[in-house]
């Protein structure tokens, strides 16, 4: 009988030393059955180069450090039977199906080890400690609101342009953005499905596995930099709402 067990990975930043953790987990268990036991290590980039080989190779800060990011990287401990074997697959990015670990043993009391060695194993891989993360609807709604008040300034602005040239265009633009309901639900609803886009865009910074080597400019890191463009359109947005409200307040 072939007992699996599996551990979920997510929300966490992976080095080249994590790697080399893990790998060095299967040589020990490989080193149990010299005879019949073997490992493979795998990398894959997003040009489509694959990398094979032993650990020490694979897992090396001179092959990791390509033109390319590295997207996926297998590893597997094979025990001699056809069933039985250790796979470790990570991919960076959100999968749920790439990111686990699945052990298949004969031996209960030996699959049970390994589990709490790989899951030990994991547990010191830096966890993803965005916030954004955590309280994703806490965040689609920030970004939402920043987006209708971004649309409101633009619409006060519009008419204020456009009641230079014809007053009665500008009170029926005025009434039709604050007044009307129809108008109300297409601004909420253009409002709602802006926020999920950038949200799910600003997340990509952050992604649940995250690969920390490699080339530096290709790295999650340097991505962060589109955070300033999301504050940017929620922050403004915001103060120019609380200027006009002040500018109101004053000229009554």
Known sequence: MIRTRKIKIADRIFTIRDLVRLANLLDVQASKKPKSAHTSHKVEFEDGVIFEGPASEVLSETELNRSSRPKEIEMWL??????????????????????????????????????????????????????????DFLLFLFISIGVICLIDVTLRILAFVVSKSSPSLAQQLIYWSISNSGGFYVVVGGASVLGFIVQQWLLSAWPSVEFNFGSPHLRAESRRQRLMAVWTLILVPLILEVITEIVKGVLK
């Open 78 to 135: 094979f025990l001699g039977t056809y069933r039985e074997s250790i796979n470790i697959s990570l991919k960076e990015g959100d999968s749920d199906f790439s990111n686990r670990i699945t052990i298949s043993a004969s031996d209960a009391e030996s699959a049970d080890a390994i589990y709490t060695q790989l899951n030990d194993a994991i547990e010191k891989v830096k966890p993803q400690s965005f916030w954004g993360r955590k309280h």
